[in-house]
Antibody, heavy 123, light 106 residues
Framework: QLQLQESGPRLVKPSETLSLTCAVSGGSITNSDYYWGWFRQPPGKGLEFIGIIYFSGSTYYNPSLESRVTMSVDTSKNQFSLSLGSVTAADTAVFYC???????????????WGKGTTVTVSS | SYVLTQSPSVSVAPGQTARVTCGANNIGSKSVHWYQQKPGQAPVLVVYGDTDRPSGIPERFSGSNSGNTATLIISRVEAGDEADYYCQLWDSGIVVFGGGTKLTVL
């Protein structure tokens, strides 16, 4: 059974870089039919797409965040990561990782999610 | 790019049918997926590809998509269905979510 687990600092200072990792277990991150994604949800608000990455390193980012976002993948550790730079209080949110696909049939949905991790931006 | 419009809230009595809508221009040409999110929990996929259910999701959950509106239909609503529901599609390289609908079971 595929499981995803987010990890990283819970508190980040303004102007610094938020870094999170998603560990994948019960399946391989090199599965050719899926991307791996990051999403966030500010307190009391809806879901927001941050970006997705393929095991080859190919990425799609939300245009509104693209200038501050970098995603990477480590196939040897079966995990992928998110960096979000120059954070402000507006970046405070629950961050989720998820598996995205299967895109060979043209579907990009999130069938498996991590439990989420709360990140607060504050000095 | 697509902007998905959902009503902020829907209320329904137990045993009745709830319809949660997601509107956008020509959304019927896209594959729409739906998520249920309960407080403090991660989203759960309840319908994908407009009409299909993942394993483990009750048959009471179904979907349709035509023209400018996609709809999540929850039959015989139960108290445990009270949650936020989000529609989602893929458009030009990005994942797009609707703003979410809070389903209240009266």
């Amino acid at each position: 059974q595929l499981q995803l687990q987010e990890s990283g600092p819970r508190l980040v200072k303004p102007s610094e870089t938020l870094s999170l990792t998603c560990a994948v277990s019960g399946g391989s991150i090199t599965n050719s039919d899926y991307y791996w994604g990051w999403f966030r949800q500010p307190p009391g608000k809806g879901l927001e797409f941050i970006g997705i990455i393929y095991f080859s390193g190919s990425t799609y980012y939300n245009p509104s965040l693209e200038s501050r976002v970098t995603m990477s993948v480590d196939t040897s550790k079966n995990q992928f990561s998110l960096s979000l730079g120059s954070v402000t209080a507006a970046d405070t949110a629950v961050f989720y990782c998820a598996r995205v696909g299967p895109f060979h049939i043209g579907y990009y949905y999130m069938g498996v999610w991590g439990k989420g991790t709360t990140v607060t931006v504050s000095s | 790019s697509y902007v998905l419009t959902q009503s902020p809230s829907v209320s329904v009595a137990p045993g009745q049918t709830a319809r949660v809508t997601c509107g956008a221009n020509n959304i019927g040409s896209k594959s729409v997926h739906w998520y249920q999110q309960k407080p403090g929990q991660a989203p759960v996929l309840v319908v994908y590809g407009d009409t299909d259910r993942p394993s483990g999701i009750p048959e009471r959950f179904s979907g349709s998509n035509s023209g400018n509106t996609a709809t999540l239909i929850i039959s015989r609503v139960e108290a445990g269905d009270e949650a936020d529901y989000y529609c989602q599609l893929w458009d030009s390289g990005i994942v797009v979510f609707g703003g979410g609908t809070k389903l209240t079971v009266l």
